[in-house]
């Protein structure tokens, strides 16, 4: 059976480096929110070498695009969306001090070598499983972009929220890792 | 000759967008605990106890079984009988669907497709309509996420390329897709008719409800060897490797032209959404 590791965010080089394709974990603390459009926004400012919405160094990013809170309730469903989409800016990303990002399918070699060099970490959460996910946000506030609605930039807080580490920092890949134990074709 | 208010519909669409998207249909959750049995990898079956626990609290919750709520993919089939009053039928599906998303806090995902600018409400809806015998109306909602509508193809092939590669290019389909699409999956074929018309039949197959068999013995058996073989692939459930990559293969065939073999392939997530009334 697979380890299962309790994190807080933000993450650090001694953190990240001992995860491994595989294991389970729960992460703890602030997390940002991003997707598609965010992170084309985020790209433009750091060509104009202006701020970002909040601190690269250590953070986390979840590509999700969550429901409306309904009353009484800190988010709606909250589950991944597919993480490709963020492949051409997450390099950038990384080099400047992103550490984790939390999504679901497969990643670039690009972003797979930003992560072995830079030392960070590709988590899985499972897709499709909103309303279980959002049971582990605390809190949650727009921080930028609200005119993109559902992408805008948001900082939520998690407690125990699972995931599963897909790409370590010595190049393993629990997507094809996973694929290949089970394959029965050729 | 019938009369049927428009505003009917347009609460029958609203009460469908919200009861697809928080209540997920017997034959998803059944196929998720008969695979279960079945599954050989122990994180496999750990993600299917998650997604029936997922189920569960969204159906108690009512809360979206995924934050992706879809594009609005609406079926009505109308009685040739039926008069509607009281205003125009598209814009009362429409009305439906932004009425359903705002009051079941579902998240709206339609937008420019060159700004990305979102247009807040969830429409157009996607309408089929479809003019029956009788007079009733049959309305199927179903919300379609983008992560798997985005692994979906359709593929002209050459009529020599025949049923070989029609599964061949399935099959590669399937595993190019890998973990994207949120499997488990159905997979929803259509083949022959147009260009456009197997793109409807493979959206229309997904709605087959699962562990119903293909009325066509050659497409039941079809069906089956296909199943078999994507369940080989590997991908397992969430993608994280195991036997259950597809819950079911569905397909849907008629006639083409002579000159050629349209095929299209539409990829269902696990979230297989759909909910019908009958007016
Ligand atoms: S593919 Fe389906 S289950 Fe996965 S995120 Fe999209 S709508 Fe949700």
Partial sequence: ?186 | MREIPVSEVTETVARLCVEANTDLGADVEEAFRRMKETEVSPTGKEVLDLLLKNARIAREERMPICQDTGLAVVFIDVGQDVHFTGGDLEGAIHEGVRRGYEKGYLRKSTCHPFTRKNLGDNTPAIIHTHIVPGDRVRITVEPKGGGSENMSRVVMLAPAEGVEGIKAYILQRVRESGSNPCPPIVVGVGIGGTFERAALLAKKATLRPIGTENPDPELAALEAELLEKINQIGIGPGGLGGKTTALAVHIEMMPCHIASLPLAVNIQCHAGRHKEAVL
Avoid at chain 1, 28 to 55: C, E, S, W
Avoid at chain 1, 129 to 147: F, H, M, P
């Fill in chain 1, 1 to 186: 059976m697979s380890r299962e590791i309790r994190l807080q965010t933000p993450l650090t080089d001694e953190a990240v480096t001992p995860l491994r394709a595989g294991d389970r974990v729960l992460l703890n603390g602030t997390v940002y929110t991003a997707r598609d459009a965010a992170h084309k926004r985020l790209i433009a400012l750091m060509d104009d070498n202006q701020p970002l919405p909040f601190d690269l160094k250590g953070a986390v990013i979840y590509y999700v695009g969550p429901a409306p809170a309904p009353p009484g309730k800190p988010i709606g469903s909250a589950g991944p969306t597919t993480s490709y989409r963020m492949d051409p800016f997450a390099p950038r990303l990384i080099a400047a001090g992103l550490k984790g990002m939390i999504g679901k399918g497969n990643r670039s070699s690009e972003v797979i070598e930003a992560i072995r060099r830079y030392k960070a970490v590709y988590f899985g959460a499972i897709g499709g499983t909103g309303a279980l996910i959002a049971k582990s946000i605390v809190s949650s506030e727009i921080i930028a972009y609200e005119d993109l609605g559902p992408e805008a930039i948001r900082r939520i807080e998690v407690r125990d929220l699972p995931l599963f580490v897909i790409n370590d920092t010595v190049g393993g890949d629990l997507y094809q890792e996973g694929m290949k134990r089970y394959a029965q074709a050729p």
